[in-house]
């Protein structure tokens, strides 16, 4: 069973960075980073005291339900390119389990949370592509800080 990793489109960022809102039209913060991120369009955790970086709200879901959870997230002040190792985990947030602590959380194809696992010291992959074989009724996953409750990228089923 294969996955695919969904970052932040690129354009989704343009949009934010030319109007200075985001989709709930709250104006995006500038700073410089404080904290490792990950920017949610390339997945590369940010240089903290020199990238700077934009803060929005942002809910990952396409259906107005209770379970859009928006929140809070980071994207790069500049242009970057979405991550495009899309069939793997992005490495460097998977080797940094102490800023990184990982929480997979599995949706219904109505956008129903029906699974949630902290990853904790397993490895990531495995754990997605086991999700996704033993919980079929699980038509995608996110991946969200385990500690603060922060979105960071959608998982899909590739079906082959």
């Known amino acids: 069973m294969k996955f695919k990793i969904v970052p932040l489109s690129k354009e989704y960022a343009a949009q934010i960075r030319s109007t200075g809102k985001d989709a709930f039209d709250h104006p995006a913060i500038e700073q410089v980073a404080t904290g490792?991120?990950?920017?949610?369009?390339?997945?590369?955790?940010?240089?903290?005291?020199?990238?700077?970086?934009?803060?929005?709200?942002?809910?990952?879901?396409?259906?107005?339900?209770?379970?859009?959870?928006?929140?809070p997230v980071f994207i790069n002040k500049e242009e970057v390119e979405p991550y495009a190792d899309i069939h793997r985990f992005p490495p460097e947030i998977k080797a940094n389990k102490k800023s990184f602590p990982l929480s997979l959380i599995g949706y219904s194809h109505d956008q129903q949370m029906i699974f949630t696992q902290l990853v904790g010291d397993d490895d990531v992959d495995e754990l997605i592509t086991r999700i996704f074989i033993q919980r079929p009724e699980v038509a995608y996953l996110h991946a969200r800080n385990a500690q603060a409750c922060c979105y960071i990228c959608k998982i899909e089923r590739v079906h082959e």
Request: aromatic share 8%; net charge positive; hydrophobic share 30%.
């Open 36 to 71: 490792s991120g990950p920017c949610r369009v390339s997945l590369k955790p940010f240089k903290k005291g020199i990238d700077r970086r934009l803060l929005i709200s942002h809910s990952p879901f396409e259906i107005d339900n209770a379970y859009n959870q928006p929140g």
